[in-house]
């Protein structure tokens, strides 16, 4: 079992830059691929990043690549999302997911997550 606490939301201006963290428990956080995931009002909630249980692999919507960055610290139990040039379109509550399975594939559907965090909301103000 894995818990997952968001934190680091908030209101930013666009253009401006936000971090996101994830505080884990459990001892096999390390063994997990981790994603976030944001959804807004009225929309599902889709995919935005997901690193490698050992932080050598990232994948990124094609929304955020090169303006978001995923990272993760097993020795602290977290993992991070750094956003930067953030857009209005960019607010969202964001989570947190766990990805359990021993697949070496990072995934993207929201099935395929076992663990998820309450969320955090980011605003960005255009």
């Known amino acids: 079992q894995v818990q997952l606490v968001e934190s680091g939301g908030g209101l930013v201006q666009a253009g401006g830059s936000l971090k996101l963290s994830c505080a884990a428990s459990g001892r096999t956080f390390s063994g997990y691929n981790m994603g976030w995931f944001r959804q807004a009002p009225g929309k599902e909630r889709e995919f935005v990043a997901a690193?490698?249980?050992?932080?050598?692999?990232?994948g990124y919507a094609d929304s955020v690549k090169g303006r978001f960055t995923i990272s993760r610290d097993n020795a602290k139990n977290t993992v991070y999302l750094q956003m930067n040039s953030l857009k209005p379109e960019d607010t969202a509550a964001y989570y947190c997911?766990?990805?359990?399975?021993?697949?070496?594939?990072?995934?993207?559907?929201?099935?395929?997550?076992?663990?998820w965090g309450q969320g955090t909301q980011v605003t960005v103000s255009s």
């Open positions: 690193i490698s249980w050992s932080g050598g692999r990232s």
């Open positions: 997911a766990a990805d359990r399975s021993p697949s070496p594939l990072l995934r993207v559907a929201v099935a395929n997550y076992n663990y």
